[in-house]
């Protein structure tokens, strides 16, 4: 089935410093990728949808200048999590919707990122 | 904006017993998805359901949407220990992409 990977599963960073995830689709193009972020013992939070060749459209409350999103590629979107703080940490995971697999009703969710901020 | 609120938020069930997880919407429902997640871990899709009324079932999962699109139901029959973990319902447009999830229920079986 499809496959969606996400890098750095973990990482750990020092409060001021910016931290960049990536999701890739590994084989399928998805014009259309999705980031959710989800504190401990809680759900998944959706934070921006990231469109390829075009700017990403972030949800209410996400500030835009914290966490920057790149899709470059059809098969690559990047979250960067910009200056940051103790609060940032937090599981991040990313979705993607194959251009092709409108309707079919399965969307792919990366593994997830871990970042700890200290 | 729609909301989805997920029962019961935990549950211990003993192996082989049957337990059922009901998310509720606010809005009607155009595409109802549930997921089940490891604590820490991706997310593993489950199944996807659309029409009121619809039934699908995998192994030993089977989750139903009502005829008026604003409740499902996930049904677990004799479960065992690997059907531990964080059951999330999640609404949405599969041409869209974009999902809203419930807040999630935790299993656990007990052996």
């Known amino acids: 089935g499809a496959v969606v990977s996400q890098h750095p599963s973990w990482v750990i960073c020092k409060s001021g410093t910016s931290v960049k995830i990536e999701c890739r689709s590994l084989d399928f193009q998805a014009t259309t990728m999705f980031w959710y972020r989800q504190f401990p013992k809680q759900s998944l939070m959706l934070m921006a949808t990231?469109?390829?060749?075009?700017?990403?459209?972030?949800e209410q409350g996400v500030e835009k200048d914290k966490f920057l999103i790149n899709h470059a590629s059809l098969t690559l979107s990047t979250l960067t999590v910009t200056s940051a703080h103790p609060e940032d940490s937090s599981f991040y995971i990313c979705s993607a919707l194959p251009g092709q697999g409108a309707g079919t009703g399965e969307l792919f969710f990366g593994e997830g990122s871990r970042l700890t901020v200290l | 904006s729609q909301e989805l609120e997920q029962s019961p938020q935990s549950l211990i069930v003993q192996e082989g017993k049957n337990l059922t997880i009901n998310c509720t919407s606010s809005k009607t429902l155009y595409g109802l998805y549930w997921y089940k997640q490891k604590y820490g871990e991706g997310l593993i899709f489950l199944m996807m359901l659309q029409k009121g009324g619809e039934e699908k079932s995998h192994e030993k999962i089977t989750a139903k949407l009502d005829e008026k699109k604003q409740q499902s139901s996930l049904h677990i029959t004799a479960s065992q220990p690997s059907h531990a973990g964080i059951y999330l319902c999640g609404a949405g447009s599969s041409n869209t992409g974009k999902l809203i999830f419930g807040q999630g229920t935790t299993l656990q079986v007990k052996p």
């Open positions: 990231s469109n390829e060749g075009s700017k990403a459209t972030y």
